[in-house]
Structures are given as structure tokens and as C-alpha cells.
């Protein structure tokens, strides 16, 4: 029994890293700390995958503003996706907003027979750091 456990711990870090592709749409939530313009955003993220490379765009909504950001990012040996967004490419907001450009560390797992990207988020505006939180994502299935 132990032996598996072992091989589970030694292994499952290649086996994740060799057969998971970040390529695909991921969707859930990003927070906002107290202070923030509201605590919980609905979040998109659609990344391409190349090597260890990610790009893709992000998009953060609520209710009827958004933002969508180019991203760039690298998959750490670790598990984690590190991302930095560049520039905002579309959006609405109220007169008293300022999207964040963000920054983050999400880590990948395996749960529930559903692949999650879990994290923290910094960023900034054009004026000052923006109040930080955490990112709940899941990756959408595919249709046929």
C-alpha cells in the first residue's frame, strides 16, 4: 500500500505535466478583497498552449461591464500557470471604474473528474495597485 502511495507522489507531478494541455476555455469566478468595486467577477480565461508557453485573452464581467485582456504566461514545473495580462482589447464600465491588469499564480489540479485552476491575483490600474483576490476556474468540456 504504501509503495502506491509513493509511486502517486513521485509520479502523478510527469504524468499531469505530459498529458494536461491548458489549450481550451476555463470558466468560474475571480474575488475581489473588501474594498473592491464588487467580491466576486465572472471570469473567462482562453488560452493557446506551445511548450511550457501560454497566450491567450481573459475576460472579466459583471453584471452588464467587461473587460478582455490579452495574456501571456508559463507553466511552471511546479504545476502552477503563471500569467501577466498586457492590454485591455474591449470593454465597458462605469464612469468610477478602472479595470485591473492583472497579474496571478493559478495551480492546476485534478478534482472530481474536472481539471481546476486555482489562485491569487494582483494587478494595477492606470493610478494605483488594485485590491487583490483569488481565481476559481474550470475547464470547459468540449461539444461535439
Same mark, same amino acid.
Given at each position: 500500500?504504501k509503495?502506491?502511495?509513493?509511486?502517486?507522489?513521485?509520479?502523478?507531478p510527469f504524468?499531469?505535466?505530459?498529458?494536461?494541455?491548458?489549450?481550451g476555455?476555463?470558466?468560474?469566478?475571480?474575488?475581489?478583497?473588501?474594498?473592491?468595486?464588487?467580491?466576486n467577477?465572472d471570469?473567462?480565461?482562453?488560452?493557446?498552449q506551445?511548450?511550457?508557453?501560454?497566450?491567450?485573452?481573459?475576460?472579466?464581467?459583471?453584471?452588464d461591464?467587461y473587460? %478582455?485582456?490579452? &495574456? $501571456?504566461?508559463e *507553466?511552471?514545473? !511546479?504545476?502552477? @500557470?503563471?500569467f501577466? +495580462?498586457?492590454?485591455?482589447v474591449?470593454?465597458?464600465? %462605469?464612469e468610477? &471604474? $478602472?479595470?485591473? *491588469?492583472?497579474? !496571478?499564480?493559478l @495551480?492546476l489540479?485534478? +478534482?472530481?473528474?474536472?481539471?481546476?485552476?486555482?489562485?491569487?491575483?494582483?494587478?494595477s490600474?492606470?493610478?494605483?495597485?488594485?485590491?487583490?483576490?483569488?481565481?476559481?476556474?474550470?475547464?470547459?468540456?468540449?461539444?461535439?
Open positions: 500500500m509503495a502506491s502511495y509513493l509511486f502517486l507522489l513521485i509520479f502523478l504524468f499531469l505535466g505530459a498529458q494536461t494541455n491548458l489549450s476555455t476555463w470558466k468560474g469566478i475571480i474575488t475581489q478583497d473588501e474594498g473592491g468595486y464588487r467580491s467577477y471570469m473567462e480565461l482562453v488560452l493557446k506551445e511548450g511550457d508557453k501560454i497566450t491567450g485573452r481573459s475576460t472579466v464581467r459583471v453584471d461591464i473587460a %478582455v485582456m490579452e &495574456l $501571456e504566461g *507553466i511552471t514545473s !511546479g504545476g502552477y @500557470l503563471r501577466q +495580462e498586457s492590454q485591455i474591449d470593454s465597458k464600465k %462605469v468610477t &471604474l $478602472e479595470w485591473c *491588469i492583472k497579474r !496571478g499564480q @495551480l489540479k485534478f +478534482e472530481k473528474d474536472e481539471w481546476k485552476l486555482e489562485g491569487f491575483w494582483q494587478g490600474t492606470s493610478f494605483s495597485t488594485c485590491i487583490p483576490g483569488k481565481i476559481f476556474l474550470k475547464k470547459s468540456k468540449a461539444r461535439a
